[in-house]
Structures are given as structure tokens and as C-alpha cells.
């Protein structure tokens, strides 16, 4: 792969929580990632402002609010993601597959509408925050953790949505079930130069997770956290690309 290919690949997890900070890594990383992962910290602060700031800033957009509610509100929710011009929006793919179609069906009519390209929309599947155990003891799925998450991939890709947020355990058998036209987002990324996951568990480097066959790798606290932030992105394009 090629150090432009692995840019289109790279997703920087726009985790701060001031629309100041998120600009200024705008800035200086636009040049090296093409997509900003705005999550439910800095959208809860800042809102749609952040949006069209990285917009603005000529970053695309992943707008990580995992959207888990009835079709309808979810529908409505899926066209105001349009309206604001996100390349790309999450669901819980739990939330059934009707509430999926109509997150297609929402993102679909509002693009039309607005003659905009139409999102990317993933599905999220089991958090990786639960295990075997919660599954079961808990949430009462009679199945294991790799099943469940291949079974609601599955459900997600028959509801129309184009890919999944996996982590690099899961990529294979997602793979498997889904074909190569499905959409795998890999989070919980740790450079081989780094020593501490921090909370991650089921961590990869950013190689292994392309090799497994990620399309986008989100890395967040690895650039967030370095010196140098822009140094810290080219280290890792330079992993991505020398497969
Ligand atoms: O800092 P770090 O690279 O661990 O950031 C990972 C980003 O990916 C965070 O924004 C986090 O919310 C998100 N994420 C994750 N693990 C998941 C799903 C999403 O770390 N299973």
C-alpha cells in the first residue's frame, strides 16, 4: 500500500472535549488523515459546530454517536447526520434491523434531497467493554460473544448498512460472513513502538490490523498523547504501508 492509500485509511479519533483543541489537530494532521472521529465527548460540548469545523478544515467526517432508538427517531437522527455532511454515521446494530433500514432509509431520502453523497453507515455489534460473561449473566444471549458479534454483522449487512466497527479479533470471521464489500473499522490500534495500551485490550498494530483486512484503522490516544502528533501520523502511515 502506498503512503495515499493508507491516508484515505487512517482515522484520527477526535477524543478532547474543546472545539479549539480539535481544530488545531485539524490543522496539523489534515495533511496525513483524511477522516476525524467525532464522538460523544466532543459532540456533547461543542455539537454540530465541530462538524463544520473539521468540514471546513477539509477533513471528512466519522460521526461516532451510535445511534440505539425506535426506527423513526433514528430515521430523523440519520437525516440530520446527512444534513450536517458526515461521510460517515453508527448505529447499534442491536437495535434490530428495521431500526437499520430505516437509518438507510433516512440517509438515503435526505441525500437525495439534498443532492449529497449518501454516508457510510456502520454498525456497531458487541461493545468490546463486554465479555462472555455479561453477555450471558446480564444481557441473557443464549450464544457466544464471536457468534453474536458475526450474527448482528450479518444482520447489519442484510439491513443495507456498508460495514461494521470491529475490533482486530473480530475482523476474520467478519470477513467470512460478509465478503470483502463490507466495511470493517478497526479502533483499539497500538504501534509496535508503544508499550502501554492504556485501556485497550484487544489490541493490534496498525499493519496487523490492515493485513487482517481492516479498511479504516481509528487511532486516538498514539497520536493524541506523542510529542508530536504529525510525526507520531507519519510513523504510523509508514506501518500501514510497508505490508
Ligand atoms: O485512544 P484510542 O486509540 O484507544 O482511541 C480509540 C477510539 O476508538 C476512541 O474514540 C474509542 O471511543 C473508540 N473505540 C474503541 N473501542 C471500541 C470502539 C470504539 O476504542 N470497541
Redesign the pocket.
Known amino acids: 500500500m502506498t503512503i495515499e492509500e493508507a491516508k484515505k485509511r487512517l482515522c484520527l ?1 477526535l ?1 478532547v472535549d474543546r472545539l479549539s483543541d480539535a481544530k488545531r489537530l485539524v490543522e496539523a494532521l489534515r495533511d496525513r488523515v483524511t477522516m476525524f ?1 467525532i ?1 460523544f465527548q466532543l459532540f456533547t460540548r461543542e455539537g454540530p459546530e465541530a462538524v463544520q469545523a473539521v468540514l471546513r478544515l477539509g477533513g471528512r467526517v466519522f460521526l ?1 454517536l451510535k445511534y440505539h432508538d425506535i426506527p423513526n427517531t433514528v430515521a430523523n437522527a440519520a437525516r440530520e447526520a446527512v444534513n450536517m455532511g458526515v461521510y460517515m454515521f453508527n448505529v447499534h446494530a442491536s437495535g434490530g434491523s428495521e431500526m437499520m433500514r430505516a437509518a438507510v432509509e433516512g440517509a438515503a431520502e435526505q441525500s437525495q434531497k439534498n443532492n449529497a453523497p449518501m454516508p457510510v453507515i456502520l454498525a ?1 455489534t458487541v ?3 463486554l465479555n462472555d460473561k455479561i453477555l450471558t449473566d446480564e444481557l441473557n444471549v443464549n450464544n457466544t460473544l464471536s457468534h453474536h458479534v458475526t450474527h448482528l454483522a450479518a444482520l447489519a449487512k442484510a439491513s443495507g448498512l456498508g460495514g461494521v ?1 470491529a ?1 482486530s479479533r473480530e475482523i476474520t470471521a467478519i470477513r467470512k460472513c460478509c465478503g470483502r464489500d463490507f466495511a470493517i473499522l478497526t ?4 504501534p509496535p513502538w508503544i508499550k502501554d495500551a ?3 485490550k ?1 489490541t493490534a498494530t496498525p499493519a496487523d490490523a490492515i493485513r487482517l483486512g481492516a479498511d479504516y484503522i ?8 506523542a510529542d508530536d502528533p504529525a510525526a507520531a501520523a507519519d510513523k504510523i502511515l509508514r506501518d500501514m504501508a510497508a505490508l
Open positions: 479519533a477524543d472521529k464522538g461516532d456497531v461493545l468490546t467493554s466497527v475490533s479502533p483499539g490500534i497500538r492504556d485501556d485497550q484487544r481509528v487511532v486516538g490516544r498514539p497520536i493524541l498523547k
